[in-house]
C-alpha cells in the first residue's frame, strides 16, 4: 500500500517569502502526484499534477513542483507567497493503475502574514 | 467551471440515526468517490464508484456505509446507524478518466454525530 508524508505540519512565513512544503511517498510503482489546496471554507482544489515527462509543473497561482523519483519526492514550492496562500496543503499519489484510491499526507497549513 | 455540489454543507444526527449525504458530479465525469476527514486528521478514501457499481472500497467503508446513484446525476452515501466516530468532513469527488485523472471535490458536508 502506498503511503503519503508531509514533513511540515504548520508553515508561518511573511509575504514575498519563499515556500518549500516537502512530501514524501512510498510505493513501489509507476505513480501520479497531486498537490491540493484547501482554503478557508472552501473545497479542495487541484493546484497541479504529475504524470510523466518534465519532473518539473507548474501549477495554478505561481506554484511548481518538482518529481524526484530517486528519493520520491515531491515538494512543492513558491517563490514570493501571498497573503492569499494562506491555506492547507494536501500532497496526494496514486497509483498508476486506479486513480480514485488517492491516498492523502497529513496536509500543512500555511499561514501567510502580511 | 462546472463543480462538484454537496448537500446539505452541515448535518446534525443523533447517534444510532441515518444519514443520506448528497452530491451532484460534474455531468460528464464517469467516477465518484467518498472521502472523509476526520478534525485533525488526514484524508481518507472510502468508496469509489463506477458503472453503478462499487469499484473499490476501503476498510472504513463497513457494512453501515452504502452508495448509490439514484438518478443518473446524484450520488449518495448512506451511514445507516451513525456512530460518534463518524463526526468527520465527507467530500464527494468526481472524476472523467479512471487512470490519473486528477479529482474534483466538492465543498464537503459536516457531519457532527451526538
Known amino acids: 500500500a502506498q503511503s503519503v508524508s508531509q514533513h511540515n505540519h504548520h508553515v508561518i512565513l511573511s509575504e514575498a517569502a519563499s515556500l518549500e512544503l516537502g512530501c514524501n511517498y512510498s510505493?513501489?510503482?509507476?505513480?501520479?502526484l497531486f498537490w491540493y489546496v484547501q482554503y478557508p471554507g472552501q473545497h479542495l482544489q487541484l493546484l497541479l499534477k504529475?504524470?510523466?515527462?518534465?519532473?518539473l509543473v507548474k501549477g495554478i497561482k505561481g506554484f511548481e513542483a518538482e518529481f524526484i523519483k530517486s528519493k520520491f519526492s515531491f515538494n512543492l514550492r513558491k517563490p514570493s507567497v501571498q497573503w492569499s496562500d494562506t491555506a492547507e496543503y494536501f500532497c496526494?499519489?496514486?497509483?498508476?493503475?486506479?486513480?480514485?484510491?488517492?491516498?492523502f499526507g497529513d496536509g500543512t497549513t500555511l499561514t501567510v502574514k502580511p | 467551471e462546472p463543480e462538484v455540489t454537496q448537500t446539505p454543507s452541515h448535518q446534525v444526527t443523533q447517534m444510532g440515526q441515518e444519514v443520506i449525504l448528497h452530491c451532484v458530479p460534474i455531468?460528464?465525469?464517469?467516477?465518484f468517490y467518498w472521502y472523509r476527514q476526520i478534525l485533525g486528521q488526514k484524508v481518507e478514501f472510502l468508496v469509489s464508484?463506477?458503472?453503478?457499481?462499487?469499484?473499490?472500497k476501503s476498510e472504513i467503508f463497513d457494512d453501515q456505509f452504502s452508495v448509490e446513484r439514484p438518478d443518473g446525476s446524484n450520488f449518495t452515501l448512506k451511514i445507516r446507524s451513525t456512530k460518534l466516530e463518524d463526526s468527520a468532513m465527507y467530500f464527494c469527488?468526481?472524476?472523467?478518466?479512471?487512470?490519473?485523472?486528477?479529482?474534483?471535490f466538492g465543498n464537503g458536508t459536516r457531519l457532527t454525530v451526538t
Open positions: 469527488a468526481s472524476s472523467g478518466e479512471r487512470n490519473g485523472s486528477p479529482l474534483h
Open positions: 510505493y513501489g510503482g509507476t505513480v501520479n
Open positions: 504529475y504524470f510523466s515527462g518534465d519532473p
Open positions: 496526494a499519489v496514486n497509483p498508476n493503475t486506479n486513480a480514485g484510491k488517492s491516498t
Open positions: 455531468s460528464n465525469h464517469l467516477y
Open positions: 464508484f463506477y458503472n453503478n457499481e462499487i469499484s473499490e
